[in-house]
């Protein structure tokens, strides 16, 4: 009791993170040498030219694909060198994913496309479903449980999203350009439910290249040729 | 998540159904003939046998010299009246219980101006009595008309009905064969098989009045064939070999020349069997070949679909897919694919083996061949089905499951 309590780990602590592409011979150097530590709680916005890497930093920070060199501790951990089945395990288990291109499946209802993640989790389907409701109420889609994404607004689809990032009450949020395919009343109530959720505690990551996007985060980081630099 | 993937496959499904039913043809035939041939198989073989044992199935039939000679190249042995006579007496048979041998030709046959050609057997009583003929009107020709040479006959009913339209009707008519006046005395109900499928005409006489008519003078004390019937519960192998030990014996024939032809009735239905298993060795062909085929298009439109969904695929690698539940995925969805065709293949398969025995009770009422469902048929076709869907799914799953989440999730 009178013990000093541990300090806390940074969620995120990277150092020198690099990732090159390659388009045959010609080296495509995406990330080049990123330190970066996110804490718990916060709410981040990673912003920078096109093509400045931005969309690869966030595929390695969210397991999605493995860096060439460098460390990376999640939560204190070590998963610098977690194999594919390892890295899908922890995706599905402390990550929850939105993309400026929805990726909802067709023909399928709101419910079922929120409630997917939760099957790889292995949860039988009636509970499964029972958190996908809640999670959808939290997103004030409880009326529209049963539609197709083809019957959903842009904005709807959106929050379907935003439902299917929480449904595993994910640590973490990525997020990348999720209003880039909104008109800008739309991303506005998008952004007011991101901006709820980090009230809430949620921990959350955005890529945009929309510096009023971007003003919605605690702490603004930019990026420009693979590297992380002060002044936008 | 089995289930979901299941649903998933057939929302998949119905979403081309087009498409699907295209694919799933190759399928529907190969597993269509399996059942096919399984069935019609079953149905003519449960006719065979139902035949066979109207004939009595302890019967064995021998031929010897003469028309239907012996098969190899060895020289025809007679058998002659008292070598029959010697046979039904041996020691070495006591289960005979009775025996006819006969001669047989083929003639024409007149009667108010038409003409018939007709075989003619020329037999005992006995005939009748060993291969069970029902008597229909009249009578059978009795001992002492064979050993008076008394040119009576007795008549098939096809024949009967053919010419004389009633069976009553044909009794006491006289047809001439070959020249000479013969009496009809009986109609018998022939074998089913007989009066339909084989259009031949057979009418029974006297043996003496037979082979004084028709034998060379040689052949006057020769039989060309006999036939033994047998005690229920002999050892027909054994049986057969001293039978076979017996006719050497008292024919005189050289050892080892094989004159002489013995075929038991159970023999037939293992002949047939044969033939059978033949003809279902060539359907199996073809409906390997089918589901080859299939199964091609099956893989063809998986690859198709993987090609499609690689956002999906991205998507459910980026919430936490692995590699093997991808794999499954897709494996159940091609096994979906291959068990609705199967499904579609069996009620086909089914659906045409009906069909096939109706068509066959309409141009042969007296066959009166029976449907048979085979249970093991569509429990076999279901298991080829699904081995179809594993076969041919897997390397489009194996595809599917090695994409890349962000590369799957940047396809164009
Ligand atoms: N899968 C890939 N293959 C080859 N090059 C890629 C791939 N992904 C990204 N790149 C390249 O890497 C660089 C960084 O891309 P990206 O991270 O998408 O940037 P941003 O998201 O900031 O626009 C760009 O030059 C891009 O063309
Ligand atoms: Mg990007």
Known sequence: MTEKEPPVPPIIHIRRLTKTYWNGDVAIPAVRGVDLDIEEGDFVSLTGPSGSGKSTLMNLLAFLDAPDSGTYQFGGQDITAFDEDYRAELRNAVIGFVFQQFFLLARTTALDNVAMPLMYAGKKKRQAREQAYDVLQKVSLEHRIYHNPNELSGGQQQRVCIARALVNNPRIIFCDEPTGNLDSKTAKEIMDIFDKLNDEGKTIVMVTHEPSIAKHAKTQLCMKDGKMTEKC | MLITHITTSFRQLLANKGKSALTMLGVVIGIGSVIFIMTLGEVAKNFLLSQVTQFG?????????????????????AITDDDIKELKDSNLLPEITALSAGYTTAKTAEYNGENYSLSIFGDWPDYFAINNYQLLAGRFFTESEVHN???????????????????????GKQISIDGTTFKIVGVVEEPAAMSGFIQQIIVYAPLTTVRRLYAPAE???????????????????????RLKYELERITGAEEGTEPFLILSRTQFIEIFDTILLAIQLFVSAIAGISLFVGGIGIMNIMLVTVNERTK??????????????ILIQFLIESIVLTTVGGIFGIIFGLGLSAFAVFAVNLALPAWDVSFVFVP???????????TTGIIFGLYPALKASKLHPIESLRYE
């Not at chain 2, 007795?154 to 009794?171: C, L, P, S």
């Not at chain 2, 093991?376 to 699904?386: D, E, Q, R, T, Y």
């Open chain 2, 57 to 77: 199935t302890n019967v064995i039939e021998v031929a010897g010299s003469g028309e239907f000679g012996p098969l190899g190249d060895s020289d025809p042995v």
């Open chain 2, 376 to 386: 093991l048929a569509p429990i076999l076709a279901c298991g080829v089905s699904i």
């Open chain 2, 219 to 241: 052949q006057q004390d020769e039989v060309i064939y006999i036939l033994i019937e047998f005690a229920q519960g002999t050892d027909s192998v054994s049986f057969e070999r």
């Open chain 2, 312 to 325: 999906e695929i991205g998507l459910r690698k980026a919430v936490g897919a692995k590699n093997q539940s």
């Open chain 2, 149 to 171: 040479g008394a040119k009576v006959v007795v008549i098939g009913n096809t024949f009967a009905e053919d010419v004389f339209e009633t069976y009553d009707n044909a009794v």
